[in-house]
């Protein structure tokens, strides 16, 4: 089941998208998907008997007031080579947040500030969590999944280099990336589909990054339970899961996102989360 937030008019509502591509209200199962995930009210949604078309309404950030973003950085392997920089691969994951208004919507621009030139991409796989909790077993994480989206985890590369072990700053420019479209719930996967997901970045159709969660160092299982034992995890937070080699940074020379691009991260048994490139007007 595919679930989204949109706009309709005036209207921020959420609900359900159908095979044929029309949109479902499920406003009277609870106020907003977030609030349908807390309640446990998936399985039993009442969606509106009459939907409107997907190209009627506008996307919005999947979840669009997430407590916790969460971003798992440098996680598939072969991904810390890119650095150069000769150091080790951690045994433990990378971890960072970012804020909600430094993500846009599916078919919204991504937005270069003039403060830096560098904007790049990162496909990635978004975990949404259904049932919070604490101190997490690995046997036992894939229960508190609610769904998966996908997020482009647009960086300012200059900017994650402004001080020493933080990159806070380069990962927090206002609708620098995105999530969306949607959200497909956990009872269309399982556990060899978390563990075996592509995950693919075209630039204007030119695929510039392509690999599978098989080859993660951390998986799914580890990240919840990693992260729980100091999070108290709730409904609707996010987890970014990492973006496999081929970000932009890593070209040589350097082959960031202009005006006029287009970015599409696509992923198996998700979908394809689209954006273009725009200068912030000032």
Known sequence: MRLVTYRQVQRVTWGVLTEDDMVLDCS???????????????????????GV??????????????????????????????????SSESNYPSVFMRTPDS???HEAPLIRPPESHQLDYEGEIVIVIGKGGRRIRQEEAYQHIAGLTIMNEGTLRDWVRHAKF??????NFVHSGSLGPWMVTADQFNAQSYEDMTVTTRV??????????ANMMFPFAYIIHYLSKFYLLKPGDLIATG????AGARFDPPRYLVPGDIVEVEVQGIGVLRNSIKDEII
């Open 28 to 50: 009277s199962t609870a106020p907003s998907l977030k609030a349908a995930i807390a309640q446990n009210k998936l399985p039993t949604l009442r969606p509106s008997p009459v």
């Open 53 to 86: 078309g997907l190209s009627e309404v506008t996307l919005l950030p999947t979840i669009p007031d997430p407590e916790k973003i969460i971003c798992i950085g440098v996680n598939y392997a072969n991904r810390n080579a890119e650095y150069k920089d000769n």
């Open 103 to 105: 993500l846009t919507s």
């Open 166 to 171: 933080n990159v806070t700053q380069g990962k």
């Open 204 to 213: 204007n159709g030119e695929v510039r990054q392509h690999d599978t969660t």
């Open 243 to 246: 973006t496999p080699n081929g």
